[in-house]
């Protein structure tokens, strides 16, 4: 956490009723190094799907469809 802070990538602010906790927040430049990691993750699994010959990743929305169902986690519709 220290090391995210002295990056500049998330700031901790007090929570408006409790002093006790602190919430944390991506900065600008936080939420720029995720967009550019998450956008590097969808690219590679992209290309698994490709080469696995699943380019619209079918099998594994149906594998994490029946996960979801089964752990009561709600699943998100596109990777």
Same mark, same amino acid.
């Given at each position: 956490?220290?090391?995210?802070?002295?990056?500049?990538?998330?700031?901790k602010?007090?929570?408006?009723?409790?002093?006790?906790?602190?919430?944390?927040?991506?900065?600008e430049s936080?939420?720029a190094i995720?967009?550019?990691?998450?956008q590097?993750?969808?690219?590679?699994?992209k290309?698994?799907?490709?080469?696995?010959?699943? !380019?619209?990743?079918?099998?594994?929305?149906?594998?994490?469809?029946?996960?979801?169902?089964?752990?009561?986690? !709600?699943?998100i519709?596109?990777?």
């Amino acid at each position: 956490m220290q090391e995210l802070t002295e990056l500049g990538w998330i700031e901790k602010k007090s929570h408006e009723t409790d002093k006790r906790s602190k919430k944390i927040y991506l900065t600008e430049s936080g939420l720029a190094i995720d967009q550019q990691i998450s956008q590097a993750q969808n690219d590679k699994m992209k290309l698994l799907f490709k080469e696995s010959g699943d !380019p619209l990743g079918t099998n594994w929305t149906k594998v994490m469809t029946l996960y979801a169902k089964e752990t009561g986690i !709600p699943l998100i519709d596109q990777i």
